[in-house]
């Protein structure tokens, strides 16, 4: 399955921004979506993940109840919608399809090519 990440940009702390990762190649809802992110100098991170049918989601700590991870199928494309932003989101962001309901980027077998999201104080 190839994967499109796109929505990032510039926004000051308390904005909100929404990614969009758009799906094509293989059958979407065959695929657990989750969002990843990778600031400078660190270890890429956990953001969400939600299962093929949307039933089930999962959130970083440092996210939860600011961030909404959804996806329609019938788009194939998962979203994450992200509120009340802070500085410390800024990194790329990066859009992964799996065949397990997983935290760990390792069982990620399918990767976007990131988007860049700055929150500026």
């Known amino acids: 399955v190839q994967l499109q990440a796109s929505g990032g940009g510039l926004v000051q702390a308390g904005g909100s921004l929404r990614l969009s990762c758009a799906a094509s190649g293989r059958t979407f809802t065959e695929y657990v979506m989750g969002w990843f992110r990778q600031a400078p100098g660190k270890e890429r991170e956990f953001v969400a993940v939600i299962s093929w049918s949307g039933s089930n989601t999962d959130y970083a700590d440092s996210v939860k109840g600011r961030f909404t991870i959804s996806r329609d199928n019938a788009k194939n494309t998962v979203y994450l919608q992200m509120n009340s932003l802070k500085p410390e989101d800024t990194a790329v962001y990066y859009c992964?399809?799996?065949?397990?309901?997983?935290?760990?980027?390792?069982?990620?077998?399918?990767w976007g090519q990131g988007t860049q999201v700055t929150v500026s104080s």
């Open positions: 992964a399809a799996s065949v397990r309901f997983a935290r760990k980027d390792s069982e990620y077998a399918y």
